[in-house]
């Protein structure tokens, strides 16, 4: 059996119906709870192990360490090469790491938006102080 | 200004950059008039040495890097490591997480197939069956990013288990989601087999026969559209599938048609299987433990995947990266049957008849080529000098 | 057919050729055959075929390495779940095998990526053309071997041999 | 006529640019009416503009092999037969510019030189695309052109003259669709197929031969082909609805017949699928020719 016109009920539905198509930066939709957005670092736990950068498949996780015995060390967390594949955050077993539902929009006009670091009590000296105490010092201006 | 013109006899090269595919794979087609008397391919232009590559990798690294071995069967080939990693290590993932693992196969399936319509009605020439395909597409991707976090790239896996667990208000958004494409399916079942200026395109076209099916080793949907009754997922059970069997789909009359109609009733077994999964989902862990060095040793693993078995070959040398990591891809399988059934069909079949393999080019070719523009000269880059080579690129701009 | 009577079958075809062969099952639903003797590789795989098991899913080159001057190539049968395998074992500086192309026309493609990758020549395959690697790429440079050093395709346009 | 409001006529209004002008809102009110139909935003108005603009201000490269008098005079010969034939129809509903006995034929053929142009510049290329193109436009030409010319000469057997303004006065009166409903429908089509709509964009089909003919031109050529299928779309709706569906007396009348048969036409776009150009030829030939045949015996008949 031959029919003609088969998606006539779409097309004349469609008529009356608002598009499909999301206006994206006019209109933003929510974003699902498990989206997997920026990594976020949590001072606390962090040991500076360095599990998360070992099994970072892109390599955008570095650990340096300042000083073992004080446990003086920052996180650098390269956005750019980051694949977004949460294998930081399942590894992290002292749940120092999330990743942010809400902040997913990375794009940027510089390299050195990319490079985030995450630093706990650095020392002034190094250059590399970050901002209050947990917030991660990022080099975004 | 006429010497160059060979009279009725021409070759069209389809590919690497062509609009009717959408990835690079070079076809040409030697026509005569407008039918095809000649079909040559050659692939590689999006090979990235991904095999190679595993071998310089710890074995959760790889996970990642085999999931991007495809960008629409994402998880069926990180599946298919785990499941091979997991083999070799002899460690057997949780109940719960091989079903979870089975509803987003299954889910990546119905992506996979919608997405497959709209590509082959967009061939045809039937633009609005493509939008709307697309359209709904848009659900089962919804439903898949807010499973598991990402539209593509799910990440679900990890070796010994998942990332994640479906929670209630997860399973219901999921139930109305499957109630809403089902309907479509439907409806998209009944355009494919009826609709009349649809059908001129696709019935009788690009025919293979049962025999030629199992010669050319067809595989997947396209092997079942020509009556071989071969599904993974009936025969060699993995995962969770023993659990929650599907029961095979084929037709017997090997054309387009067929392919449209497998694809599609295929569909309603996916289904069933993720509302059975979310009826009675196994309780338990979502993950075992992994050692981080996996014993010596070589496992095979072949999954059915949307477009049609893969196979892995993964061989430990007992340390934390593998010897040898072998992908076998079904897109190669079919791509030899295009070439032979081309022949013959006039050149306006013969984008739906490429099309109707399901083929998928990053599958298959997995090096980074850089042509040098002073002298024309071609040059291989490692992925560590690709980098390199992009800083200073970027460096040299910013100054 | 059931997997072991699949397996059971496919052991009686390999135990024909029992001068020639080693048959293992490593796991239940795998049969691994190694094949001792070269020029029996296609007629055992013949063999297969005739009984309908000769669904080649795969072929497999593994570089053993320069110490032990040994690579393998394994085929891999797949009828319904049962994994057939056949084994041989080549020297890594002369390394040939027979083609299946002519019995399997589906190993073609297999066949030309073996070549091309691991550099073994495939003795009766009609189109040795490449596959997947640029029509530039040096002669003689081979990447799935293990002393692939890829600074030699960078440093050296006109292709220097890598080993 | 004296001399300055008549070219004032052809040049600026309602020829020339307003033609142009209005063209290109008929073109976008089709991608928009497709676009709402599949359930897409679509463009927005100035959209045609833009793409005009653009490709007239880019640079217009010239492929080896090609012989430059036609490359660069087919696509100006296809706007300008497409405009010229504005001048004998009334656009808006008005009074055409210039009439005289027997315009209907003048302007079917002026219509024609667009699609005799576009399959000229195909075969002008050496590029493999636009040859097939071109076959592929010119074969269509021949399968479309003498139904569609026949459909749009039922309404001149009906008035009794081959002198647009002539019919359309008689049609005003009659709404000739109902009467000559196969030549109504045949006419239809065939403006479909003459502007390569889908369902018969074979020639220009983007999965099998890229852009068909056209792949080589880039910059102002490709923009005055676009121009002259935009106009030739304005005109085929103005006529169509003139001659079959009781005329066009003012320009409300006018905005709403065009309107309406341009939503019938997207409709038909939206739910066909494209076909090969041998199941076109057949269709024409087999049904289209055979329909309009049926029609003018009714009409010669009943007459």
């Not at chain 1, 498949?57 to 920052?74: E, I, N, Q, S």
């Not at chain 2, 595993?54 to 071995?69: H, K, P």
């Not at chain 3, 593994?62 to 084994?87: K, T």
């Not at chain 3, 960078?154 to 080993?163: L, V």
Request: one cysteine or more.
């Amino acid at each position: 059996m031959k029919k003609y016109a088969t998606m006539l009920p779409d097309i004349a539905g469609s008529l009356f119906k608002r598009p499909a198509t999301e206006a994206y930066p006019f209109v933003r939709s929510q974003a699902p709870m498990r989206l997997r957005g920026l990594l976020k670092w949590t001072p606390g736990p962090c040991t500076g192990c360095g599990l998360c950068a070992m099994d970072c498949p892109a390599d955008a996780l570095r650990v340096t360490m300042l000083d073992r015995k004080a446990k003086k060390f920052f996180l650098t967390y390269n956005v750019d090469r980051c694949l977004f594949c949460g294998q930081c955050v399942v590894s992290c077993r002292l749940g120092a790491l999330a990743m942010s539902s809400q902040e997913w929009e990375l794009a940027a006009l510089t390299r050195e938006a990319f490079t985030i670091r995450f630093g706990k009590e650095l020392d002034d000296q190094s250059g590399l102080a970050g901002g209050p105490q947990g917030e991660p010092h990022t080099d975004r201006s | 200004m006429t010497e160059n013109r060979t009279p009725r006899r021409f070759t069209i090269p389809i590919g690497p950059q062509h609009p009717a595919l959408k990835e690079p794979g070079a076809f040409q087609f030697t026509v005569d008039g407008e039918v095809v008397t000649n079909a040559y391919v050659r692939l590689g232009y999006a090979h990235r040495g991904i095999e190679k590559a595993a071998e310089e990798r710890n074995w959760i690294q790889n996970l990642y890097l085999i999931e991007r071995v495809c960008g629409i069967c994402s998880h069926i080939h990180a599946l298919a490591y785990c499941l091979a990693v997991e083999q070799l290590a002899n460690v057997q993932a949780p109940p719960r997480a091989q079903a979870i693992r089975v509803l987003v196969a299954e889910l990546e399936r119905i992506h996979s197939h919608f997405l497959w319509m709209g590509v082959a009605a967009h061939e045809a020439g039937f633009e609005t069956l493509f939008m709307y395909t697309w359209r709904d597409r848009e659900t089962v991707m919804d439903l898949l990013e807010g499973l598991t976090g990402n539209r593509v790239n799910y990440s679900a896996n990890l070796l010994g288990g998942v990332k994640f667990d479906v929670d209630a208000a997860q399973a219901d958004s999921i139930r109305t989601g499957l109630e809403f494409l089902e309907g479509r399916v439907r409806h998209y079942l009944d355009v494919v087999s009826h609709d009349a200026t649809f059908l001129q395109r696709t019935r009788g076209i690009g025919v293979m026969t049962t025999a030629q099916a199992d010669v050319m080793g067809a595989v997947g949907p396209t092997a079942r559209a020509s009556n071989v009754v071969r599904d993974l997922r009936v025969h060699a059970p993995y995962a969770a599938y023993p659990d929650f069997p599907v029961s095979i789909v084929t037709d017997p009359r090997g054309d387009l048609e067929a392919r449209f109609s497998v694809r599609l009733r295929e569909l309603f077994e996916s289904f069933r299987v993720i509302r059975e999964i979310l009826d009675r989902l196994p309780a338990g862990e979502l993950a075992a433990r992994m050692p981080r060095r996996i014993p010596e040793g070589e496992a095979v693993i072949r999954l059915e995947a949307p477009r049609g078995d893969v196979f892995y070959f993964v061989k430990s040398a007992g340390g934390d990266q593998p010897e040898r990591l072998k992908i076998r891809t079904p897109t190669i399988c079919n791509l030899t049957s295009v070439v032979r059934l081309a022949v013959g069909h006039q050149l306006a079949d013969v984008p739906m008849i490429l099309a109707g393999i399901d083929p998928c080019f990053s599958c298959n070719d997995r090096m980074v080529q850089v042509r040098k523009q002073s002298d024309g000269s071609q040059e291989l880059m490692t992925w560590e000098q690709l980098r390199q080579h992009g800083i200073e690129f970027y460096r040299g701009k910013a100054q | 057919m059931s997997t072991d009577e699949i397996l059971n079958l496919a052991e009686n075809i390999a135990c024909q050729w029992d001068w020639a062969t080693e048959i293992s099952r490593p796991r239940p639903d795998q049969l691994d055959v190694k094949v001792l003797k070269l020029e029996e590789l296609v007629p055992i795989a013949v063999g297969l075929r005739v009984k309908r098991l000769g669904h080649l899913s795969a072929i497999v080159g593994l570089d053993l390495g320069p110490e032990a001057n040994a690579m393998e190539v394994i085929y891999y049968f797949c009828p319904g779940a049962a994994v057939i395998a056949l084994r041989v074992r080549i020297p890594r500086d002369a390394p040939v095998v027979p083609s299946m192309s002519q019995v399997l026309s589906g190993a073609e493609v297999f066949e030309r990526e073996l070549h091309e990758m691991f550099g073994i020549e495939i003795n009766g395959l009609a189109n040795t053309e490449r596959l997947y690697l640029p029509e530039s790429w040096p002669e003689g440079v081979y990447p799935m071997r293990k002393d692939f050093n890829p600074a030699v395709l960078s440093a050296d346009d006109e292709g220097t041999k890598n080993d | 006529m004296s001399l300055l409001p008549g070219i004032g006529a052809m040049l600026i209004f309602p020829g020339g640019l307003s033609l142009l002008t209005a063209s290109l809102l008929y073109e976008w009110a089709d991608h928009k009416l497709l676009a709402l139909l599949q359930n897409r935003i679509g463009p927005r108005w100035f959209q045609p503009f833009a793409d005009s603009v653009k490709l007239l201000a880019k640079e217009e490269i010239v492929p080896k092999g090609v012989d430059r008098w036609l490359f660069f005079g087919l696509p100006l010969v296809a706007l300008a037969g497409a405009l010229t034939a504005g001048l004998y129809v009334p656009l808006a509903g008005l009074a055409p510019i210039a009439s005289f006995p027997g315009d209907l034929i003048v302007v079917l053929y002026l219509l024609s030189l667009l699609t005799l142009g576009l399959g000229l510049a195909g075969a002008n290329s050496l590029d493999r695309f636009s040859l097939i193109g071109a076959t592929r436009t010119l074969t269509q030409v021949f399968s479309y052109e003498a139904p569609f010319m026949m459909a749009l000469l039922g309404p001149a057997l009906a008035a009794g003259s081959w002198q647009i303004a002539t019919i359309s006065a008689y049609a005003s009166g009659h709404w000739l669709a109902l009467t000559q409903p196969l030549g109504f429908v045949v006419a239809l089509i065939g403006l479909m197929g003459k502007l390569e709509m889908p369902p018969f964009d074979a020639p220009e089909a983007h999965t099998e031969i890229v852009a068909g003919a056209m792949t080589e031109y880039s910059g102002r050529g490709l923009a005055l082909f676009n121009l002259g299928k935009a106009v030739e779309l304005f005109i085929g709706l103005t006529l169509i609805s003139a001659l079959y569906l009781g005329g066009v007396e003012n320009p409300l009348l006018f905005l709403a017949k065009t309107l309406g048969l341009l939503l019938a036409l997207t409709g038909v776009q939206a739910l066909l699928t494209r076909l090969r150009i041998d199941q076109t030829v057949g269709l024409w030939w087999r049904y289209g020719a055979l329909l309009v045949l049926v029609q003018w015996l009714i009409t010669i008949l009943v007459r």
